[in-house]
């Protein structure tokens, strides 16, 4: 089983950075794969950035370049630093993991076995 527990949400400004927190416990063969999703209010949930365990990365076309999706293996953390914030970037942030059994697989998809409770990031304008 695998507990997943989010931080570091807030309001910010546009044009502002947040870094939120994804800390990990239990099986690391089933969280060898770990994302970052956002909920905004009436729409789905989305993938924002994956990450896998040998610390390959994949990010959505509208996050490029402003988020990074990091980890820190002695801390079972993974990390989403978000930088050049938007207004439409407000939403519940989700970590989720799985297992996958090759870092192709750990790029896209919302098919996630493990969820964390969520972490609110608001962007005012």
């Known amino acids: 089983w695998v507990q997943l527990v989010e931080s570091g949400g807030g309001s910010v400004q546009a044009g502002g950075s947040l870094t939120l927190s994804c800390a990990a416990s239990?099986?690391?063969?089933?969280?060898?794969?770990v994302a970052w999703f956002r909920q905004a209010p009436g729409k789905e949930r989305e993938g924002v950035g994956y990450?896998?365990?040998?610390?390959?990365?994949y990010y959505a076309d509208a996050e490029k370049g402003r988020f990074t999706i990091s980890q820190d293996n002695a801390k079972n953390t993974v990390y989403l630093q978000m930088n050049s914030l938007k207004p439409e970037d407000t939403g519940m942030y989700y970590c989720?993991?799985?297992?996958?059994?090759?870092?192709?697989?750990?790029?896209?998809?919302?098919?996630?076995?493990?969820w964390g409770q969520g972490t609110q990031v608001t962007v005012s304008s």
């Open positions: 989720a993991a799985r297992h996958a059994l090759y870092s192709i697989w750990c790029r896209g998809g919302n098919d996630f076995r493990f």
């Open positions: 239990g099986s690391a063969y089933d969280r060898n794969c």
């Open positions: 990450i896998y365990e040998d610390g390959s990365t």
